[in-house]
């Protein structure tokens, strides 16, 4: 059972609505009786050094044994070069975060084999509070993993068992290429999502995916929400672009409308 855990804010500052969604979460939290670590650097702005310093913080504390990054935006893959990687490898314990999350993530799995979570927790907080308070205390205290287990329709092959997912917000995983923290996707199923992008941009993030050669690595792919593309052209949109890219490879596609930017969305382990 997880009976504490810290919140941190890695990326952009906190907006006035995501601040009251805070302070709403952690009386949520510990009404259930969970202790809740809240960094010291969680709403106004800040230096990539002091957060990656303020995250380092929660991984040396020996009582906390999840962390959630309650931000998203832009800023969070500058804290990944003021991070002690042999201390958070000694120290494992899953990173929870979502959109601009993404970065931070598998740039630390890349670099350290930490899991982590595709998952916004002020959605504990939203407009879907009743069910996702619910599945995510029951994840915390171990009753079942529902909040984890994303109904995935299959649109070609099946995955193979026992496969890790790596990925998320497809334009946040690209801001690791080229750089240290790029992690290995070498039978790995790659996750992809995003908010902004219509079909020109989402395009061009693709195409470059696949000038990197990484539709030549992965064993599987999950496409979870695209949130102006579904919405402009709907959610066969990214699925007829995704089958023209991967047409002449034998690489499993799923879909699922319950991993995004929704507050009603499900979480997803990474590594």
């Known amino acids: 059972m997880i009976s504490k855990i810290a919140l941190v804010a890695c990326s952009n500052p906190l907006s006035e609505k995501k601040q009251r969604e805070l302070e709403q979460l952690i009386?949520?939290?510990?009404?259930?009786?969970?202790?809740?670590?809240?960094?010291?650097?969680?709403?106004?702005?800040?230096?990539?050094?002091?957060?990656?310093?303020?995250?380092?913080?929660?991984?040396?504390?020996?009582?906390?044994?999840?962390?959630?990054?309650?931000?998203?935006?832009?800023?969070?893959?500058?804290?990944?070069?003021?991070?002690?990687y042999d201390k958070i490898r000694k120290n494992p314990k899953p990173l929870a975060g979502y959109?601009?999350?993404?970065?931070?993530?598998?740039?630390?799995?890349?670099k350290t084999g930490?899991?982590?979570?595709?998952?916004q927790i002020l959605n504990v907080a939203g407009s879907d509070r009743e069910r996702q308070s619910q599945a995510f205390i029951d994840y915390l205290k171990e009753k079942n993993k529902s909040l984890c287990q994303p109904e995935v329709t299959m649109l070609k092959g099946d995955f193979p068992r026992g496969e890790k997912v790596l990925g998320g917000n497809i334009r946040c995983l690209l801001k690791l290429?080229?750089?240290?923290?790029?992690?290995?996707?070498?039978?790995?199923?790659?996750?992809?999502?995003?908010?902004?992008?219509?079909?020109?941009?989402?395009?061009?993030?693709?195409?470059?995916?696949?000038?990197?050669?990484?539709?030549?690595?992965?064993s599987g792919m999950i496409l979870g929400t695209f949130s102006q593309l579904d919405r402009e052209e709907g959610p066969n949109a990214i699925e007829q672009m995704v089958w023209k890219v991967l047409e002449h490879r034998e690489i499993p596609i799923g879909r699922t409308m319950e991993i995004g930017h929704g507050q009603d969305s499900k979480g997803m382990i990474l590594g």
């Open 27 to 84: 009386w949520i939290l510990e009404k259930q009786g969970i202790i809740v670590k809240k960094s010291y650097l969680i709403t106004g702005p800040s230096e990539p050094e002091e957060r990656g310093a303020a995250l380092m913080e929660c991984y040396m504390d020996r009582q906390v044994q999840m962390i959630f990054d309650i931000s998203g935006g832009d800023l969070c893959n500058g804290v990944l070069s003021y991070l002690d």
């Open 99 to 110: 959109s601009d999350l993404t970065a931070l993530i598998n740039g630390i799995y890349a």
């Open 114 to 119: 930490n899991q982590g979570m595709l998952y």
């Open 177 to 218: 290429a080229g750089t240290p923290f790029w992690p290995d996707f070498r039978q790995k199923v790659l996750l992809l999502e995003s908010q902004s992008g219509g079909r020109e941009r989402i395009q061009a993030f693709l195409d470059q995916m696949e000038q990197m050669g990484i539709f030549d690595e992965i």
